[in-house]
């Protein structure tokens, strides 16, 4: 290489390369090491990578001089002989096979859905996998060699396959989540009593998912007991105006709210004249 032709950013890169190989054998000190590398970075020929080499010997595979010329390609080899009888070449036997992707992709479909429907999809999801390792088919088909092959694959109904699941999935979750509403069934006891015994509850309120009614002079103590089905919204339970006696010997009275859900005491008040109670919830 002429010491004149200018280098590329490349051999600066490797002329970096070998200077720190020298430092690492203990040839250069790192004060060396520090300027001859800013040199490499900066310098434009060959003449100034080869003075910062001068007194270093070179270092077997890592020379800084361009690589040496690529080994000559080998000649290719002759195309082989026409056959002169001029006798097609046997067909050759491909197999194919088609795992039933479609139940597959139904499976998946399902078991995605299954999060947002409580795992309910995840059985007709392992179904439906079952189903798709079980159905494979195998096709067998023929070509020359050096023709074009386009092997026939089996139709495979997969858009029906997964409209099917998606509307089994649906419905199936619809019928579970219907069951386990109706066979959830919750108590809910509702108790307002009085301090005295002519107590009235001048307005009760009342009101749960089944019930939402207000009375008016209610004797106490007042007891029901509703059955709520599902999932339980908020009750309440407020008297606004308690008191005892009639006429001029009318006067507030202690009056006390009480709510239980399932034979349990969720919440309860007591205060003259008023009372409230609330419970807000799902079991």
């Known amino acids: 290489m002429h010491p004149q032709t200018r280098v590329a ?17 203990g040839r250069l000190s790192i004060d060396e090491l520090t300027l001859r590398v800013a040199a490499a970075q900066s310098a434009i020929t060959w003449s100034d990578l080869y003075k910062l080499f001068a007194d270093l010997p070179t270092i077997p595979g890592m020379e800084i001089g361009p690589p ?3 080994a000559m390609a080998r000649p290719a080899l002759p195309p082989p002989p026409t056959n002169i009888y001029m006798v097609p070449p046997p067909p050759v036997v491909v197999a194919t096979q088609d795992s039933g992707s479609g139940a597959r992709s139904a499976a998946l479909i399902c ?3 299954g999060f947002f429907t409580c795992g309910i999809t995840w059985i007709p999801a392992i179904i439906l996998a079952i189903v798709g390792a079980s159905s494979s088919k195998t096709v067998v088909a023929s070509h020359t060699p050096g023709g074009s092959y386009r092997p ?3 139709r495979s109904n997969r858009t ?10 649906i419905v199936l979750t619809g019928v579970v989540t219907t069951a386990v509403t109706d066979a959830t069934k919750h108590t809910v006891e509702v108790i307002i009593s009085g301090s005295e015994t002519q107590t009235f509850a001048g307005e009760a309120y009342i009101s749960t998912k089944a019930e939402n009614r207000s009375g008016t002079d209610v004797l106490l103590p007042h007891r029901e007991i509703l059955t709520v089905k599902g999932s339980l919204s908020t009750i309440t339970v407020a008297v ?26 969720v919440d309860e008040s007591t205060d003259d004249g008023e009372c409230y109670a609330s419970y807000s919830g799902s079991r």
């Not at 950013?9 to 200077?19: T, Y």
């Open 9 to 25: 950013n490349a051999e600066r890169d490797r002329a970096c390369a070998v200077l720190r190989e020298h430092f690492a054998v």
């Open 152 to 154: 026939s694959r089996p």
């Open 68 to 70: 040496p010329p690529h």
């Open 160 to 169: 029906g396959v997964i409209i099917v699941s998606i509307i089994g999935a």
């Open 240 to 265: 606004t105006d308690g008191y005892s006696g009639r006429g001029r010997k009318r006067k507030k009275a202690s009056i006390t709210c009480v709510i239980m859900v399932d034979g349990n005491v």
């Open 111 to 113: 078991f995605i859905l």
